[in-house]
């Protein structure tokens, strides 16, 4: 029987890219899920707006910045995974006390509710965009961390407050650091669907830097790891990177995936796609052994096999994508 059967648990952020995958899979786990969804006018479920799981859970509309609605909703919850953040890196330039506003304030609301409520577990979603260009690889979880980005200096704040409660208070809180995971529904602000969605409208492939070396994951792999994360008591306090231990740059992800799609590309790099050059993360590869060690994870699905599934999703919804555009 399944750890998370029966136990009452809230998802913030589950309309969203990992957040819907991760609901789902608890909902098959046996879990009576709470999923809280940004409030907006038009009700919007997100991506669970179609889900078949989506007729067991429970929706919670609000916002994560505002404590009440945070309160609200966790509620009789016996677990909480926080995933609700503002995450597209471009758009931090443009609005860095947005994102201090939802990924800090957001974050300490879900701490301080959990702690009040007598301490429920928090899984924190973290990135490893809060280390930074690679000091040295694989990037295990000692490494310094490094502010490259508004995003990434606001997340670095999230996880220092969660190491915080633990540390002061023995709040049962643990973060889970994905190395750029993708898959379906990601949205076209990551470079897989920007690669699929424009080989899909033609060969030409309109990307930033091509030189930037990543860890690619594939959200079922990512999604393993925060079950395993929540599930484990030796978790609680610590940080876990979940990724493959595999790098490639740019230039030649374009390639494989290319390579899959059966297709020439045409690569051009333009320059508003550019980061600033001292923001730019150059390389990010993991080392996910204290997850290994802890609870035993490793990733079963491939950067090929996680590839092949992604590019049949966008073929199959191209109308969710506008390639001729540059989406921040």
């Given at each position: 029987?399944?750890?998370?059967?029966?136990?009452?648990?809230?998802?913030?952020?589950?309309?969203?890219?990992?957040?819907?995958?991760?609901?789902?899979?608890?909902?098959?786990?046996?879990?009576?899920?709470?999923?809280?969804?940004?409030?907006?006018?038009?009700?919007?479920?997100?991506?669970?707006?179609t889900s078949p799981h989506g007729p067991a859970m429970r929706f919670h509309h609000g916002d994560v910045s505002d404590r009440e609605s945070v309160a609200a909703a966790m509620s009789g919850q016996d677990a909480v995974f926080h995933l609700a953040a503002l995450i597209a890196i471009p758009?931090?330039?443009?609005?860095?006390?947005?994102?201090?506003?939802?990924?800090?304030?957001?974050?300490?609301?879900?701490?301080?509710?959990?702690?009040?409520?007598?301490g429920v577990p928090?899984?924190?979603?973290?990135?490893?965009?809060?280390?930074g260009t690679a000091r040295r690889a694989p990037i295990d979880e000692e490494h310094p961390l490094q502010g490259q980005s508004p995003y990434s200096a606001t997340k670095i704040g999230a996880d220092k407050l969660a190491e915080a409660f633990a540390l002061s208070f023995a709040q049962p809180?643990?973060?889970?650091?994905?190395?750029?995971?993708?898959?379906?529904?990601?949205?076209?602000?990551?470079?897989i669907p920007t690669i699929i969605s424009q080989l899909l409208a033609g060969p030409v492939v309109r990307l930033g830097s091509l030189d930037p070396r990543r860890d690619l994951n594939y959200v079922e792999n990512t999604v393993e790891g925060f079950?395993?994360?929540?599930?484990?008591?030796?978790?609680?306090?610590?940080?876990?990177?979940?990724?493959?231990?595999?790098?490639?740059?740019?230039?030649?992800?374009?390639?494989?995936?290319?390579?899959?799609?059966?297709?020439?590309?045409q690569v051009?790099?333009?320059?508003?796609?550019?980061?600033?050059?001292?923001?730019?993360?150059?390389?990010?590869?993991?080392?996910s052994e204290r997850a290994k060690a802890a609870?035993?994870?490793?990733?079963?699905?491939?950067?090929?096999?996680?590839l092949e599934r992604t590019i049949a999703?966008?073929?199959?919804?191209?109308?969710?994508?506008?390639p001729a555009e540059y989406a921040v």
């Open positions: 029987m399944s750890f998370w059967n029966g136990k009452k648990v809230l998802v913030t952020g589950a309309g969203g890219f990992i957040g819907s995958h991760l609901a789902e899979r608890l909902v098959q786990e046996g879990a009576e899920v709470t999923a809280f969804v940004r409030y907006g006018s038009s009700g919007s479920r997100g991506w669970l707006e758009y931090s330039y443009q609005a860095p006390r947005d994102y201090v506003r939802v990924n800090v304030e957001g974050t300490l609301n879900i701490l301080q509710v959990a702690r009040e409520m007598g928090v899984v924190c979603t973290s990135t490893s965009e809060v280390y809180v643990v973060v889970c650091r994905p190395f750029n995971t993708f898959g379906p529904r990601q949205s076209a602000r990551a470079v079950l395993a994360c929540g599930a484990s008591p030796d978790a609680k306090g610590q940080p876990f990177n979940f990724g493959s231990g595999r790098e490639v740059t740019i230039g030649e992800l374009v390639e494989i995936i290319a390579r899959i799609m059966k297709v020439e590309p051009q790099v333009e320059d508003r796609r550019v980061r600033p050059a001292d923001s730019e993360v150059m390389r990010l590869i993991a080392s609870f035993g994870w490793t990733p079963r699905i491939s950067l090929e096999e996680g999703w966008m073929a199959a919804n191209q109308d969710r994508f506008r």
